[in-house]
T-cell receptor, first 115, second 112 residues
Framework: GAGVSQTPSNKVTEKGKYVELRCDPI?????LYWYRQSLGQGPEFLIY????????DSGLPNDRFFAVRPEGSVSTLKIQRTERGDSAVYLC?????????????FGPGTRLTVL | RKEVEQDPGPFNVPEGATVAFNCTYS??????FFWYRQDCRKEPKLLMSVYSSGNEDGRFTAQLNRASQYISLLIRDSKLSDSATYLC?????????????FGKGTKLSVKP
């Protein structure tokens, strides 16, 4: 079956602009996670959803970052007033439920470059 | 102290070698432990979960020592295709069991 998909695969934007990154989880997966990975680092947790609600957004670095999942499937990560330090690969993952036993399946990521 | 620490490497080994990676974690409340593999410019993929009793999957063996908060991965008979970055991963503690905390990764390069 189809895995997690993310669009766009690459996004180049200018400092100060607004961007939206989209994630389509595996069909039927109720839990969805966003991470970001900077060069030479492991993925860093941002936020996760159980259904439509954000169960834990403690990883969002500041209020310029926001994510939604209005129908409990597709999610959008929104970044306002982008800064050069936001440049990273943004990874989305999904799992059958929010449980530390369930494998998280990752999408290919969106590579964001802020000029 | 970082939450998950691992030697970044690189580990350069010949085919057929045995190589071991180690990792320590700081949150004693973490419940689940994993090794993920990440190829260059690709997404992480689960290699194996790690259990206190130790577990083996073919050439790969993982061990967990909760008292020392230490996780290991042993790869026997290395193949060229094992070349990748290996990420040590633990679940968040307490109410954050759903999110994963990743180490920086250990890079392995297997040479002919």
């Amino acid at each position: 079956g189809a895995g997690v998909s993310q669009t766009p695969s690459n996004k180049v934007t200018e400092k100060g602009k607004y961007v939206e990154l989209r994630c389509d989880p595996i069909s039927g997966h109720t839990a969805l996670y966003w991470y970001r990975q900077s060069l030479g680092q492991g993925p860093e947790f941002l936020i996760y959803f159980q259904g439509t609600g954000a169960a834990d957004d403690s990883g969002l670095p500041n209020d310029r970052f926001f994510a939604v999942r209005p129908e409990g499937s597709v999610s959008t990560l929104k970044i306002q007033r982008t800064e050069r330090g936001d440049s990273a690969v943004y990874l989305c993952a999904s799992s059958g439920s929010v449980s530390h036993y369930n494998e998280q399946f990752f999408g290919p990521g969106t590579r964001l470059t802020v000029l | 102290r970082k939450e998950v620490e691992q030697d970044p490497g690189p580990f350069n080994v010949p085919e057929g070698a045995t190589v071991a990676f180690n990792c320590t974690y700081s949150n004693s409340a973490s419940q689940s432990f994993f090794w993920y593999r990440q190829d260059c410019r690709k997404e992480p993929k689960l290699l194996m979960s790690v259990y206190s009793s130790g577990n083996e999957d073919g050439r790969f063996t993982a061990q967990l020592n909760r008292a020392s908060q230490y996780i290991s991965l042993l790869i026997r008979d290395s193949k060229l295709s094992d070349s990748a970055t290996y990420l040590c991963v633990v679940s968040g503690g307490g109410g954050s069991q759903g999110n994963l905390i990743f180490g920086k990764g250990t890079k392995l390069s297997v040479k002919p």
